[in-house]
């Protein structure tokens, strides 16, 4: 079956701006939660929707929102970009349960200029 | 603050011995451990997990050891081969809570 799809795979915007990436998590998976990977910092929770609601949320910003759809298509906004916002953005999705493995999408790489 | 620590930031390796990797929590509500593995331009991949209620779980090549009183847990590689050299991520969730928190990781070098 189809894996996690993450689209654009790249980005360029510059500080002020807002950017929308999107999650396709695979067939049957209803959580999807999304993740910051920085050099310094590893993979950082931003945030998990589950069923439309979102069910756990890192410490991030409030510049930093998502939300997910009825087909658990999922879409993370983040607003004012600042230069530190650079980063690879992954999504990864599951059936929902924490015992049950998360498979990660390619990431949208995110650069802040 | 980390909870989930990896001091590790690379380690090398000769192939054929084995890689340990070693990862530390503070949260004493972790029960559930998990190693991802991540190669450049690639989404992390779900290598191996352990509940707090085992002190050890092995899949092929794959051990994960966990000592519960050091909060303390390790993935061994045995033999180590070529195609392991990634970047390894420890993470951990706690009781009652589905969100996942990921140390920031070890790259391993596997050396011909």
């Known amino acids: 079956k189809a894996g996690v799809t993450q689209t654009p795979r790249y980005l360029i915007k510059t500080r002020g701006q807002q950017v929308t990436l999107s999650c396709s998590p695979i067939?049957?998976?209803?959580?999807v939660s999304w993740y910051q990977q920085t050099p310094g910092q590893g993979l950082q929770f931003l945030f998990e929707?589950?069923?439309?609601?979102?069910?756990n949320k890192g410490n991030f910003p409030g510049r930093f929102s998502g939300r997910q759809f009825s087909n658990s298509r999922s879409e993370m906004n983040v607003s004012t970009l600042e230069l530190g916002d650079s980063a690879l953005y992954l999504c990864?999705?599951?059936?929902?349960?924490?015992?049950?493995?998360?498979?990660f999408g390619p990431g949208t790489r995110l650069l802040v200029l | 603050d980390q909870q989930v620590k990896q001091n590790s930031p690379s380690l090398s390796v000769q192939e054929g011995r084995i890689s340990i990797l070693n990862c530390d929590y503070t949260?004493?509500?972790?029960?559930?451990f998990l190693w991802y593995k991540k190669y450049p331009a690639e989404g992390p991949t779900f290598l191996i997990s352990i509940s707090s209620i085992k002190d050890k779980n092995e899949d092929g090549r794959f051990t994960v050891f966990l000592n519960k009183s050091a909060k303390h847990l390790s993935l061994h590689i045995v033999p180590s081969q070529p195609g392991d050299s990634a970047v390894y991520f420890c993470?951990?969730?706690?009781?009652?809570?589905?969100?996942?928190?990921f140390g920031k990781g070890t790259r391993l070098h596997i050396l011909p």
């Open positions: 993470a951990a969730s706690g009781v009652g809570d589905d969100k996942i928190i």
């Open positions: 067939s049957g998976h209803r959580s």
């Open positions: 949260n004493s509500m972790f029960d559930y």
């Open positions: 990864a999705s599951s059936r929902g349960r924490r015992e049950e493995t998360q498979y």
């Open positions: 929707y589950f069923s439309e609601t979102q069910r």
